[in-house]
């Protein structure tokens, strides 16, 4: 392979996902304006899937065929001089019971750090991708689409209205996961499709979003399966990252597949054995959901995952924010506050106060603007636990956040801000505490510095009725001045009291409350 010739402008980045069915990488130049252009695309079949779905754990052919895989890849990064990399895992690997050994495997065979992703990142880096595919077709007159994902090991379905994001979840109907589990090589290919028919629907009957699928206008399929279709009978769109398929052309092309083998139709449509394996599976979960949704047709997206994890480097490379993205987690932080039942008037008012702190004190604290966000969404759900009980509610808060699924955080974000929330009443973190204990020294500094935020706070808004605006904040040499309108301050003098510990401890600033 000749090394291809890159702008001296430009930086290499390069991004791996390990899937159900095969490890797929892509390299691309980023320039300065955020453009990407990609040099290459690769992919090497590697059956984890199989293993995982089957027997709940990865064998030890198919980490080898993986890491031979990977070797090979780690070779075409250092010719390209890929200067970022970023290595995820999806459901194979994330649950394989001996992961932490085909990662240990990886990083001594090749030094990729490999990420296991849960399916809220799967459904944020396809949606992140989408949205640059489509453009002005998430929103006008399409109100509200449904993105489908079929992948090896799980269906990702996210709901996006006027173009942001309103719900996602994640199905056990992976094309993999359903092959394995019906796996009837005495049935005949018609008998098979039923049985998966029946199963895929069934699921379905149960699925939960906040509208009816029926009041879906827009339906757009991603992944290998649903490009094969689009291929294969789609019709040309105004992007050539776009396809249209007919809802009754879609209906034929299914009934003719379903007739074949897997043997049959990788002979007829010259694809691996590997990729017509699970095309029928994939091919159903489409056919039901567009029956569901009762759409005349739906597109497919060239986009995937691993496009939005280029799109997450380049904004790396320049320092630019995804706006949509923050959004999007705001948005699925107070959909959790409201199910709970969160006083929500309080909830932002004590965000506010405490974003105003982490901005006052930004020298003090030096943590970054992601830390931001963490601070913002735990601030949004601190007091969730009072659905629960008011006794030890901050307790009940932990356990609550660290169970939740937040849209575009990923299980160890969400963790922290667990953490944060546990630490904005009562106790400050303590060593006899496992769970804070359990984080990484730097981590329990962050969710030290957060929650200290958090407490004062809280504190501040005690009697749920100030103005938030009318609250100044100042720091005054090694005092943080907080002075408030009126004359009653005995809530929240009591309250920093109780609460000021911690944040005199880690800043070594002293309290003083003033009236203004």
Known sequence: MEQKPTSPAAEVVAVIDIGANAIRMALAEVFGDGRIEVLERLQRAARLGQDT?????????????????????????????????????????????????????IFLS?????????????????VSAVRQALGPRLGGDHRRTLIADVGGGSTLLTLLENGEIAASQSLRLGSIRLQEMFSTSEESPRRSADLLRQHISTALDNLQMPVPLAEIETFVAVGGDARFAGRAIGQPAESADLAIIQSADFDGFVDRCERYTPEELSKRHGLPFAETETLNPALLV???????????????SQASMRDGLLLELAREVTGQEDEDLLQGIIHSATSIAEKYRVDMNHARNVTEVAIRLFDLLQADHALSKRHRLLLRVAGLLHEVGRYVSNRAHHKHSEY????????????????????????????????????????????????????????????????????????????????????LPG??????????????????????????????
Not at 110 to 126: A, K
Not at 434 to 457: C, D, H, I
């Open 400 to 483: 609550l956040i660290g169970n939740a699924e937040i849209f575009g955080l990923n299980r160890n974000e969400i963790n922290l801000i667990a953490q944060i929330a546990r630490y904005h009443r009562r106790s400050i973190p303590r060593a006899q505490h496992p769970n804070f204990t359990a984080l990484r020294r730097e981590e329990r500094v962050v969710v030290g510095k957060l929650s200290a935020l958090l407490r004062v706070a809280d504190a501040l808004i005690r009697g749920h009725h100030r103005r938030v605006q009318e609250i100044r904040l100042e720091r005054r040499g090694d005092e943080l001045l907080l002075a």
């Open 286 to 300: 489409l056919q039901i959901l567009l029956h569901a949704l009762q759409a005349d047709d739906m597109l497919v």
């Open 53 to 105: 779905f089957r027997r709940g754990r990865l064998g030890g052919e198919s980490m080898r065929a993986g890491l031979r895989v990977l070797r090979d890849f780690r070779q075409v990064v250092e010719l390209y001089q890929a200067r970022r990399i970023r290595a995820v895992a999806t459901s194979a690997v994330r649950e394989a019971s001996n992961a932490d050994i085909f990662l240990d495997r």
């Open 110 to 126: 090749t030094g990729f750090h490999v990420e296991v992703i849960d399916t809220s990142e799967e459904c944020r880096l396809t």
């Open 487 to 516: 004359s009653n301050r005995l809530l929240e003098e009591r309250a920093l009291a109780a609460k000021g510990d911690l944040f005199e401890e880690i800043f070594g600033l002293k309290i003083r409350l003033e009236e203004e």
